[in-house]
Nanobody, 117 residues
């Protein structure tokens, strides 16, 4: 199974971006899809999780600004980011797993998001 992110780019502070993660390959349906990010020199940070059925969770600094959504007909999960801040600058990765807990089965290659001040 492959995960491919898209939608990254350069945006000004206060702007919005929509990232998309497409899953392809056999058994490409995951129970849990998540977004992570990693800024230069920092550890990878959890951003949001979507559990098939609609349960979502967000990191504290993302609540109220980011929304994760899923389209099972297209095998995609999107991350809509509003009111972006320079500290949101990072490479964003999506990940998927077939079980509710545990390690992820697949990761995407990442997409760069840069927020200018």
């Amino acid at each position: 199974v492959q995960l491919v992110e898209s939608g990254g780019g350069l945006v000004q502070t206060g702007g919005s971006l929509r990232l998309s993660c497409a899953a392809s390959g056999s058994n490409s349906s995951f129970l849990v899809m998540a977004w992570y990010r990693q800024a230069p020199g920092k550890q990878r940070e959890w951003v949001a999780t979507h559990v098939d059925g609609g349960v979502t969770n967000y990191g504290d600094s993302m609540k109220g600004r980011f929304t994760v959504s899923r389209d099972n007909t297209k095998n995609t999960v999107d991350l809509t980011m509003n009111n972006l801040k320079p500290e949101d600058t990072a490479v964003y990765y999506c990940a998927g797993r077939t079980k509710l807990w545990g390690q992820f089965d697949a990761w995407g290659q990442g997409t760069q998001v840069t927020v200018s001040s």
